[in-house]
């Protein structure tokens, strides 16, 4: 698909009106982490191909499947206790992959994209993409840290932001992105690595590395901007305008306008999806546990995109539950 004609499909699919079922509900969460009532599915728009699913997976991992290909972000189905939401936080929690939590959900794979390299987003990846054969796409230190892990060079992609990557029937852009901030205006476990490191064992190995987003648009479907931290650089989002944003959640304030720019940057999404505030340290299943603090930062999260962006859906997923946009 042309960079034409991908602009010409983001102008005209801005002219309708967004559809999302999840598994035949309406996917318009008025509830915090509760499925929506059950409603009529809604008529396919014109021209949807009808294929693609995306299924969460917590955190900010998501499984789509479109037709016969298996696009995984973040994938983080481990969800070791390191402590973070049961003090004291364990710095030195070791890296403990659980093949069986992961073999049962990934049959396939054949593109990896990875948002930054700590070990709630990048852990299961290199034995993700052993399993699977899937190409991993995701910084300079994401690929050094495959290197280390024994992922062949030739299944790593390093990119930096600006490409977009032709697959046929679905492109992938890569945007440059920042890292949220803490509450001491910090970054956990800082850091990039510019050569191959020694395999890593604990969590405080993972560096951030970097941070990006990705765009994804399907030829005949939807556009869709997938964000792993909640800090943006708006200028990087010029023309994307996708039809839904994945969009994480602040855990700190110490990140100025965090939702105005972004939402602003992406030309007020039809479809907002908040991400990154469930317990990822807990099993995957629904209903997803959330901190109580989390909750009301959830809560207050909904509210101000109504707030700012009026005319978007706020759909607040379930785990593993198959939703078409």
Known sequence: MSNLDRRRFLRDAAATTALVSAGGLAATSATPAQAAPPAAAPTPARGRTGAVSFRWWGTAGWRIDIADRTVLVDPFLSRIDTGLFNPPFRTDAPLTVRTDVIDPRVDRATTILVTHTHWDHFMDVPYIAGRTGARVFGTLTAYHLGLAYGVPSTKLSAVKGGEVLDFGDHSIEVVGSLHSRNASYSVAFPGVRVSQPAQ?????????????????????????????????????????????????????????????????????????????????ETPLQNPPVVAPADRDRLD?????VRRISPRSRVLVPEYETAYHF
């Open 200 to 280: 890593p064992t604990t969590i405080a190995d993972l560096p951030e590395g970097d941070t990006l987003g990705y765009l994804l648009r399907v030829e005949r479907g939807p556009s869709v901007y997938f964000t792993g931290a909640s800090d943006v650089a708006e200028r990087n989002l010029t023309g994307l305008a996708p039809d839904v944003a994945m969009v994480a959640m602040q855990s700190a304030t110490t990140t100025g306008d965090y939702l105005p720019r972004l939402l602003a940057g992406l030309d007020y999404p039809k479809v907002v999806v908040p991400v990154h505030w469930d317990n990822f």
């Open 300 to 304: 207050a999260m909904i509210a101000a």
